[in-house]
């Protein structure tokens, strides 16, 4: 394709999709590293529910289950829902993406608790409308009058997650039911980390019908690679977004492993107090070297550098030891990593690797 070709395929580009540059694609990590920077969760799957996994593999020739009724079904007996109170994604990223599309149209104003997660900021680039970011109050206390009144009263939807990506702070139920009671706004809810916390708005659905509460197993459920999530929520919210969603926009891996995963939860209980016991021994580990770590409630340590160095170096530093961390873009966060919590042998990793790029700078 010659370079007029090619400016004139690209001159059709929608006026939004031309502020994105072509991306340029990354090198994979590779095997060699100790990924601590995606929050993943890094066990293996209960045999029974790999063995659903597997079973499933031998219906690949079939397309997958259309709107996803048995997955849905199973979450509603899960989660003491209606099936028309769910809706199933590829992720939970998959259902934001379409709660962005029903709701906004160019120029609306979407509210989002800021720090949050970053990947709003392109979906809302996406539907040409206007992330008006929120500061969180002191001590991450939910700041309500802000996210009613002032420049926020006019956003289509309030987005907030509850533990919060990238703080792993947890509010109150109460604070986010008082929220959700004084607006006539649809309030989305990340429950994303919630297995790791002490509640959960679950029983809010029934009370308010503009709670849109999401949840995925990519975190809590290490079905990260397999993409499942839901969005819980009024019938008739539900109803919408599920009209809009791709067909077939599940695999049968997803559907069969969804399934399995709601009905052996309690097979991963050991999983989730390995992860609650190594984040609060890393957290100590990490103060005591001089960090300053957010209590967290979720499967990750938001850690503030020591003085003279920002978090871009401290990636550097780690990257060169096999170690990744999340960096932050957002503002305030310069010196801070993320650091997902793995294995005992991972974060043993992480700690010694700590503790050496310290001891070389202490002679520096």
Not at 138 to 150: D, Q, R, S, V, Y
Not at 235 to 263: D, K, T, W
Not at 357 to 364: E, R, S
Request: proline share 5%.
């Amino acid at each position: 394709m010659s370079d007029a070709k090619l400016q004139s395929v690209l001159s059709s580009l929608s006026k939004v999709h031309r502020q994105l540059d072509s991306l340029p694609s990354s090198p994979a990590p590779g095997a060699r590293y100790v990924e601590l920077n995606t929050n993943e969760n890094p066990f293996a799957l209960p045999a029974t529910v790999m063995e659903s996994a597997v079973a499933a593999l031998k219906r690949q020739y079939l397309y997958p289950e259309d709107d996803n009724i048995t997955l849905r079904e199973a979450a509603a007996a899960s989660y003491d829902l209606s099936k028309d109170q769910v809706i199933a994604g590829n992720g939970s990223s998959e259902l934001l993406s379409l709660i962005y599309k029903a709701f906004l149209d160019p120029g609306d104003t979407v509210a989002m608790l800021s720090p949050g997660f970053a990947f709003n900021h392109k979906l809302a680039l996406l539907q040409g409308a206007r992330l008006l970011e929120i500061k969180w109050g002191e001590t991450c206390l939910l700041p309500i009058h802000k996210l009613l009144f002032g420049p926020a009263k006019e956003a289509k939807f309030i987005l907030l997650a509850n533990p919060n990506n990238p703080t792993g702070t947890f509010v109150p139920i109460a604070d986010i039911e008082s929220l959700v009671a004084q607006s006539d706004r649809l309030i989305v809810l990340d429950e994303a980390y919630v297995d790791f916390a002490p509640d959960s708005a679950l029983r809010l659905i029934d009370r308010y019908s503009n709670l849109l509460i999401l949840r995925t197993f990519s975190k809590s459920y290490a079905a990260a690679g397999i993409r499942i999530g839901f969005g819980l929520g009024h019938p008739e919210v539900i109803g919408r977004l599920r009209n809009i969603q791709n067909m077939f926009n599940m695999n049968v891996i997803g559907h069969a492993v969804g399934v399995s995963i709601l009905a052996h939860r309690a097979a991963y209980d050991e999983n989730h107090s390995h992860i609650k016991y190594e984040r609060e021994r890393v957290s100590v580990a990490l103060s005591q070297l001089g960090f300053s770590v957010t209590p967290s409630h979720a499967n990750f340590l938001l850690a503030r550098a020591p003085a003279r160095r920002d978090g871009v170096w401290w990636h550097a530093c780690l990257k060169q030891k096999k170690i990744l961390v999340a960096v932050l873009p957002d503002k305030g966060l310069e010196d801070c990593i993320r650091v997902s919590i793995g294995t005992k042998p991972q974060m043993d990793a992480l700690l010694a690797a700590v503790e050496c790029i310290l001891g070389v700078q202490t002679f520096q």
